[in-house]
Nanobody, 116 residues
């Protein structure tokens, strides 16, 4: 059973920077895609960014040019670098790993709060 553990969330001001980490207890090479999702109060969970096993990245339009997703297969870690944060980025951020079999794993989430 693979576990995903997120860290790095917190309370920051607008235009500040945060870096979220998602560390897997197992080998992330087993994941076809690892992604970051977020869910704001009263909203649906949405994709923020993901990175496939071959390094291909994908971003939501709202975070393009501000967020960067990257992975280190040796450290079994995926990062989300978040620059120029906005109050509308406030949400719980979840790490997701999708296996080649289609099975999904989720982390417990980390809160990001951006004050104006």
């Amino acid at each position: 059973q693979v576990q995903l553990v997120e860290s790095g969330g917190g309370l920051v001001q607008a235009e500040d920077t945060l870096r979220l980490s998602c560390t897997a207890s197992g080998d992330i090479l087993g994941f076809a895609v690892v992604g970051w999702y977020r869910q704001a109060p009263g909203e649906q969970r949405e994709l923020v960014a993901d990175i496939s096993h071959d390094g291909t990245t994908n971003y939501a339009d709202s975070v393009k040019s501000r967020f960067t997703i990257s992975r280190d297969n040796i450290k079994n870690t995926v990062w989300l670098q978040m620059n120029s944060l906005k109050p509308e980025d406030t949400a719980v951020y979840y790490c997701n790993g999708r296996c080649f079999t289609g099975r999904n794993y989720w982390g417990q989430g980390t809160q990001v709060t951006v004050s104006s």
